[in-house]
């Protein structure tokens, strides 16, 4: 009975109850509502788009964009917006109500087709998808152009290629070459000392055999020490190295090292807690050494080195931060660890049959040490110092050695004229690096080369690079560069990163690259005031940390592939990578 | 016919858009619904991935995207209303549109999909702030959700067509039922966007009041 009348009546109560339920919630106009768009050529011929959105609603200034049909970007220059920051949305501009942007005469021809597309959000908590529109330039009007569908740009096999990086063997033997050249650091010294301290208490009975089992162990020990920072950099994953380099674990590190300095020195002694170094050696003392000891032992000295070999090992570290996965940076921080005890074995081996015992060369090497020490010490400073401060405080180590073995020297007078003189030498070029503060030098490395006048180094391009510090400086710098049309490096810098410094003046400067920096566009993209703008930087490339160095094809606007450095580079590497991006 | 049928059919109506005609108000989308929408298949799709109590009494369809912020921000009270409420049963609709990263964010959740960790990787990606994140930060994030990259590399390989197909699937289903951005949730025969907890709480209840009048 009475069915339509009945239906009718049921789905208006039911509406009715609906609106009463979802009154808070959002409706959705269709985004061509929402957002409308103006043209118009200026006096100037300049083309003039206005957006308009209905209150409520918001466009991401960002997301204006004007392009030809094939994907050439046409540089548009866009007001500044509202500044909104929220968790959920990082930093961005946007534009309520309405904005207008302008493409230059010259950039906007009186006839052809040109795309122009825009993004915007409800502030109820709605993102419409990106809005796409053509435009004739002659007659101003404008058309829904297909939207190309995102899921037609990425296709599903782009993915997989990029999910697992390099085979893990490889990663493993290139950690291990690494460790190898870490090894030839300074870094490795004070090893050296806690290991023959080790094997000295093992007497006159140590054989090749026992040396190689303490050593080895001591060595593993080391590698495991890493495998745990390893683990500790994919787990804390992307802000390692910026916790790293903040200047209060620089000036810890610092006052590390200068502790270690004065106990070289002898002021007081650096040594396991007794009861630890009893159970250490008590056990066997016939046999010098437990291999507990040593594995001990050698956790610890990694931890203590750990300071000194942070700019590479923080390389090192962001590469395994970057993988994010677990197993594979502890393995790769293990043969990093492996790597740089491997010298160390052989020397436990081979080196403990012709170690002296001890006597006065151990009081010297360890004095020596301590210098190397502070060195370490102003060395991390530096970073955080101003330049002539640390040029000054180097001046003042060098002097300070050089008397110190200097006038060793002289209270021995069986000692021959050689280290003598090499003592004076030093102290005069700690003289000279005072002076050089004082008329505000810098950098004492690059003064070695004015001393000797041949200047293998070109001076870093500075014409044309520019600096950027926020994603609105950046897309301004992007556009700029990419109407010049040559290929785009962005460089991914900080004061506080030394391995930037050393790739500014071991790769950069190099003849070879120098040359062809001038045919390239530089930006560089300055994170040493670390905050949200740079962090979105960061993001936009997924850029984990400096030193990333990577290009972008001036004609797509994209990122070349494969031409991306992370961490330390050679200038080969380089090379290569400025070849990709066809510089 | 009786009440009871009406209401049941009005019920089914409603999910599938046909609601817009009789009360467009409610969904605030043009009342013309020109094509065929199959209800059944934006509920039951048995590849979309699940969540909460598979023998709910209320269905919510989740239509999301990685880089949505509004998405990002309710994501926590939806976990929570399906939660605590236990009567929910939450198919999550990957529709990725506002980014071509999203595309990618999709790609690899509906992949661990065949190792049952799409939650983990679902939440992995919401869980990272922002809009305008980068492959590389989604992979990163992937990557340390504990999730079996080998296994997730082979299928993204071998199952990359039935991965296509399900996107493009949820993509013809949000634009047959005239969404228009993100996110969009589907409760019980009401349609809305971004809502807090208590936004879920009071329409999962309407969703079901209704259910308990039939």
Redesign the interface.
């Known amino acids: 009975m009475h069915r339509p009348f009945l239906a009718a009546f049921a789905s208006l109560v039911l509406c009715l109850m609906a609106l009463a339920g979802v009154a808070s919630a959002a409706t959705s106009r269709p985004a061509d509502e929402v957002f409308r768009l103006g043209v118009e050529r200026a006096a100037d011929r300049s083309l003039v788009l206005t957006w308009t959105a209905l209150p409520g609603h918001y466009l991401y200034r960002e997301s204006l964009k004007a392009q030809w049909p094939d994907g050439t970007p046409l540089p548009l220059v866009t007001q500044a917006g509202e500044r909104k920051d929220d968790p959920n949305f990082g930093l961005t501009e946007i534009y309520h109500g309405q904005t207008q942007a302008r493409i230059r005469a010259s950039g906007a021809p009186a006839t052809g087709t040109i795309i122009v597309s825009y993004q915007g959000c409800a502030e109820q908590g709605l993102c419409y998808p990106p809005i796409v529109k053509s435009l004739d330039l002659a007659t101003g009007a404008l058309a829904k152009a297909q939207p190309i569908s995102v899921l037609e740009r990425s296709p599903a096999a782009a993915a997989p290629a990029s999910l697992l990086s390099g085979s893990l063997a490889l990663t493993l033997a290139s950690f291990l070459g690494f460790g190898l050249l870490l090894s030839l650091t300074p870094c490795i010294f004070p090893m050296i000392p806690i290991l023959s301290g080790m094997l000295a208490q093992a007497g006159e009975h140590l054989s090749a055999r026992r040396g190689l089992a303490l050593s080895g162990v001591y060595v593993l020990a080391m590698a495991l020490a890493y495998a745990a920072l390893g683990v500790a950099a994919a787990l804390s994953g992307r802000n390692l190295q910026t916790v790293l380099q903040t200047p209060l674990a620089l000036g810890l590190m610092s006052v590390v090292f200068a502790a270690l300095a004065l106990s070289m020195f002898g002021l007081f002694d650096l040594q396991l807690p007794r009861s630890w170094s009893t159970r250490l050696t008590g056990g066997n003392p016939g046999r010098g050494g437990s291999l507990g000891g040593a594995a001990m032992l050698g956790f610890t000295a990694a931890l203590i080195v750990g300071p000194c070999v942070t700019p590479p090992l923080a390389a090192a570290l962001i590469y395994v931060a970057q993988t994010g996965d677990m197993a594979r940076g502890a393995a790769a921080l293990f043969a990093l660890g492996l790597g740089m005890g491997l010298p160390l074995v052989l020397f436990g081996t081979f080196g403990a049959r012709i170690l002296p015992r001890s006597g006065p060369w151990l009081v010297k090497a360890k004095q020596g040490f301590g210098f190397v020490f502070i060195g370490l010490a102003i060395w991390m400073l530096a970073r955080v110092l101003p330049a002539d401060v640390t040029l000054a405080l180097w001046g003042l180590l060098a002097i300070a050695g050089g008397v110190w073995f200097g006038a060793y020297a002289l209270i021995r007078d069986h000692l021959r004229l050689l280290p003598r003189l090499m003592a004076v030498a030093l102290a005069l070029y700690g003289l000279v690096l005072v002076g050089a503060a004082a008329t505000g030098r810098q950098d004492p490395l690059r003064l070695a080369t004015l001393l000797d006048g041949a200047g293998a180094m070109e001076p870093a391009p500075t014409a044309g690079v520019r600096v950027v510090s926020t994603t609105a400086a950046f897309d301004a710098a992007l556009a700029e560069a990419r109407a010049v049309n040559r290929p785009i490096l962005v460089d991914f810098t900080a004061d506080w990163c030394t391995v930037c410094k050393e790739i500014d003046r071991s790769v950069m400067r190099a003849p070879a690259i120098r040359a062809r920096l001038d045919t390239i566009t530089i930006i560089r993209a300055d994170l040493t005031v670390y905050g949200s703008e740079g962090q979105a930087l960061m993001d936009r490339f997924g850029v984990v940390g400096p030193p990333t160095l990577l290009f972008i094809d001036a004609g797509s606007g994209r990122e070349v592939d494969e031409a991306r450095t992370t961490g330390a580079t050679t200038v080969d590497a380089f090379s290569a990578m400025l070849a990709k991006a066809g510089a | ?1 009786n ?1 009871r049928t ?2 049941t059919r ?1 019920a089914r109506l ?1 999910a599938s858009g046909i609601l817009a005609t ?2 467009p ?6 009342s013309a619904l020109g094509q065929e929408v199959d209800s059944d298949a934006i509920l039951n799709d048995p590849e979309a991935p699940t969540a909460g109590n598979p023998k709910g009494d209320v269905t919510i369809v989740a239509f999301l ?1 990685y880089n ?3 998405c ?3 994501a926590p009270d939806l976990d929570r209303i399906v939660k605590t409420d236990g009567k929910i049963r939450l198919v999550y609709k990957d529709w ?5 990263a ?3 964010g999709a ?2 959740a509906v ?1 661990a999909h065949y190792q049952g960790q799409y939650d983990a990787v679902h939440h992995a990606l919401m869980g990272i ?9 989604m ?3 992937v ?2 959700s504990g999730v079996d ?2 296994r ?2 082979a299928d ?2 071998a199952r ?2 039935a ?2 197909a399900l ?2 699937r949820n ?1 013809a289903q949000a634009d047959s039922i005239g ?6 949730y589907l409760v019980g ?7 807090d907890y208590a ?1 879920f709480k ?2 999962v ?3 079901r ?2 259910q308990a009048a039939q």
């Open positions: 016919m009440r009406v209401i009005f409603s009789i009360c108000a409610l969904v605030g989308i043009p995207d949505c912020p509004f990002k921000k309710s990725p549109i506002l980014t071509e999203s595309v990618y790609q690899l992949a702030p922002g809009m305008r994140i980068s492959k590389e930060r992979l990163e994030a990557k340390a990259m080998v997730l590399q993204l390989g990359a067509d991965i296509t996107l493009r993509l969404l228009q951005g993100t996110p969009a025969p009401f349609r809305t966007s971004t809502l936004g009071q329409i209840a309407d969703a009041a209704k």
